[in-house]
């Protein structure tokens, strides 16, 4: 059998970033992944091919939409929807392959299969060797799949999860979403913008509803422009397909009955723990009620040789937040103090405006009774904004009362996923508002609406409103 120092299960953000910083340390790693491209959700079909679609149906809305007003005459143009999903294909392609080549290149041994526990140290691979192999330690990376509603049949042709509104064969004429987060926010444009007519159905009062609620304010403007109807308050009770079409029943908080019917039906009311054939009773490995496989805060698991990170444990379900945790577990295992804060960890959703957020909430300091202050500043006051044709949005700066460290970033605007970066690297140094203020920012730039906001949170100081 042979023998490995971590073997590492899941080849996701959080399972190949972590083979990578296992084998850099030097320790003999391996990667088992279940399907015969590596890169798990994110790079197969979640974060890559989403950022993909959303691209090329962001530059068919402006072309169609914005491109006269530029100055841009087009004439019969149209969408080649077939050849928009191949594009994202390829670019899946190239994305996986990277990894293998990472994998060759730091000398990580990858085996294609499910794999499973036959005890805390042996690792079964179910392929056509049946092969075993033994770890001194083990990293659980296996992820998540889309949750449901115990009464809906996801019949994954009408009634569908985001795996498969990222290969779809048509352009949908009309499309329901039942869910009004960052998935179905961010697929709901990419169909909207397309020209589906695109029914949102949420069950809390407000869209995104764990981002600040500005946030969710400005966003619901932005996407009803784009034409997309919103039934927030709405309890979903019925989902039923009838040959093509499929007919969503949903009450509102009086008991309203509201029929929508359409010939899809996005389901995307979050994801759930991935753990199915994983033998963790084999290994005596514990889930919490959730079926997230419980750790402490070293990510261990209740097995001392066994870690977990990503989507399989608790906290954010952000590739991002599953690298850190997979440099954390192979950091820890060579004997480090690694950290992770994770208050510091964006959360990004790609609709345009895009909204990225770091950071508390203002509904969070209220809840928690922080005293605080808020800036703001929007982007139609911006000169930057106004030439590109994207002034819908704010940014949101909150900031303690007293020492007016800033607590909270929350950006609704052009290019906020990237723009979040500056508020992240601020507060890891536990920067003031007034230091974010005094830092030149280059004019014009999106980023000036960030110092406005901040010279907005220490006293009225903005210039430009
Ligand atoms: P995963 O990426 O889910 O990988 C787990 C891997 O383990 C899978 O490949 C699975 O096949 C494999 N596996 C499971 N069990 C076994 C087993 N027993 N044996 C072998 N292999 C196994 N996050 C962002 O930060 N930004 C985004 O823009 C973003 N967009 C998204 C868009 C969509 C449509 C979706 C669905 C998700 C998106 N996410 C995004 C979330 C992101 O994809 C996840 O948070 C991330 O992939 C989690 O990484 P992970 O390594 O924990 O697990
Ligand atoms: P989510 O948790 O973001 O949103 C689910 C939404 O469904 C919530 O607003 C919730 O209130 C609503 N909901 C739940 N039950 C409902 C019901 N019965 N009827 C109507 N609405 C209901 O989950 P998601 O959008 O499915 O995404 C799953 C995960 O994937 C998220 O945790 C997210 O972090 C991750 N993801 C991230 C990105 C990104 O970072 N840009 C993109 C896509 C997915």
């Excluded at 994202?88 to 994998?103: C, N």
């Excluded at 060759?104 to 036959?118: A, H, I, L, P, R």
């Excluded at 070293?298 to 990503?310: D, E, F, K, R, S």
């Excluded at 303690?400 to 609704?412: N, T, Y």
Aim: glycine share 10%; aromatic share 6%; net charge neutral.
């Amino acid at each position: 059998m042979k023998k490995y120092d971590v073997v590492i299960i899941g080849s996701g953000p959080g399972g190949y970033v972590g083979a990578i910083r296992c084998a850099q340390l030097g320790m003999k790693t391996a990667l088992i992944e279940k399907y015969s491209t590596l890169g798990g959700t994110c790079l197969n079909v979640g974060c890559i091919p989403s950022k993909a679609l959303l691209d090329s149906s962001e530059h068919y809305h402006q072309a169609k939409h914005d491109f006269t007003e530029h100055g841009i005459e087009l004439k019969d143009l149209k969408v080649n929807f077939k050849q928009m999903i191949q594009r994202k294909r390829g670019v899946v392609e190239q994305t996986v392959g990277g990894i293998d080549f990472l994998m060759k290149k730091n000398k990580v041994d990858v085996y294609q299969g499910m794999g499973s526990f036959e005890s805390a140290n042996v690792i079964a691979i179910d392929n056509d060797k049946n092969e075993k192999i033994e770890a001194k330690n083990v990293i659980i990376a296996t992820g998540s799949k889309p949750g449901s509603l115990p009464f809906i049949k996801l019949d994954k042709e009408r009634i569908i999860t985001s795996t498969e509104a990222l290969e779809l064969e048509e352009l949908p004429k009309k499309m329901i979403v039942i869910g009004g987060g960052v998935i179905g926010l961010e697929l709901g444009s990419v169909y909207a913008r397309l020209g589906t007519e695109v029914s949102v159905v949420e069950y809390m009062d407000r869209i995104i509803p764990t981002m600040d609620a500005t946030m969710s304010k400005e966003l619901l403007k932005s996407m009803k422009k784009l034409g997309v109807k919103f039934y927030t308050s709405h309890k979903v009770k019925e989902v039923s397909r009838k040959g093509k079409e499929v007919t969503v029943k949903a009450d509102d908080k009086k008991g309203a009955e509201v029929v929508l019917q359409a010939d899809y039906c996005l389901v995307s009311v979050g994801r759930i723990p991935y753990t199915d054939k994983l033998g963790l009773d084999k290994a005596g490995v514990k889930t919490d009620d959730r079926g997230r496989v419980e750790v402490n805060e070293n990510l261990q698991t209740n097995v001392p040789n066994i870690y977990a990170i990503g989507d399989v444990v608790k906290g954010a379900m952000l590739a991002h937040k599953a690298e850190e945790e997979g440099t954390y577990v192979a950091e820890f295992i060579n004997g480090e103090k690694p950290h992770i804060d994770y208050n510091l960890i964006p959360g990004v959703v790609y609709t345009w405006p895009e909204v990225a957020s770091v950071g508390k909430t203002e509904e969070e300091l209220k809840a928690t009774k922080v005293e605080y202050k808020v800036g703001s500043f929007p982007f139609k006051a911006s000169g930057r904004a106004r030439a590109s044709m994207d002034t819908d949005g704010v940014v949101k700066i909150l900031a303690d009362k007293r020492s007016d460290e800033v607590l909270g970033v929350h950006i609704c605007g052009p290019r906020a996923a990237d723009m979040i970066a500056e508020a992240v690297v601020a507060m890891e140094f536990r920067a003031t508002a007034e230091d974010i203020a005094r830092i030149s920012h280059a004019h014009p730039t999106f980023t000036e609406s960030i110092r406005e906001a901040a010279l907005g949170a220490t006293g009225n100081r903005a210039i430009h409103i």
